[in-house]
């Protein structure tokens, strides 16, 4: 099978990162060694490709009920620009993925599932949507970075990310321009450190990793 790969891939190389194989993908596993790069998140910072990730945007007067109805944790309670963790679920109550949504809007939420799980959980949201309610898998659309560790914020300070971004609390997220890119900024720092998750136009992903 072939394997895809991100719009990263010409940088990974570059930089000489060991390539395999994940979820049919060719993902970079690590550039100088697993050490090195784990002290780099814990004491200073680490910027991950994790462009693999699918991503679908519900939109619409229907969209918050209608995400609802495919997960566990309850979407409804979710104020504008804050993000949950949940599982979603078939008829028969078994998991297909965990998943984050975000409520980027008051009728637009975004549903980010498993690189390896994106097309079932693609198949079960187009098969349980319904008509009225407008949606698209992004997944190839956009890229996604990670910028995790103590000195991310500092970091995304350099690049000029607005108040806004930098003051969100855990599992905020909020539309900004970063280093003269329009994106979604997220907060869930899932590696246990201060992060990012920068959700961007994939033709602007090797511009933004360079800076």
Known sequence: EELRETPLADEHRALGARLVPFAGWRMPVQYEGIKKEHDAVRTRAGLFDVSHMGEIVVEGPNAVAAVDRLV??????????????????????????????YRLEAEKIL?????????????????????????????????????????????????????????????????????????????TGYTGEDGFELYLPAAAAGDLWQK
């Open 72 to 101: 566990t944790n309850d979407v409804a309670k979710l104020d504008v620009g804050r993000a949950l963790y949940t599982v979603c679920c078939n008829e028969s109550g078994f998991i297909l993925d965990d998943l984050i949504v």
């Open 111 to 187: 549903v980010v599932c498993n690189a390896s799980n994106r097309d079932k959980i693609v198949s079960h949201f187009a098969k349980n949507l319904s008509l009225e309610t407008p949606w698209n898998d992004v997944s190839d659309a956009w890229a996604l970075l990670a910028l995790q560790g103590p000195k991310a914020h500092a970091v995304m300070t350099e690049l000029g990310a607005p108040e806004a971004l930098l003051d969100r609390d855990p599992f905020g997220v909020t539309r900004a321009t970063v280093a003269g890119v329009d994106l979604w900024a997220a907060r």
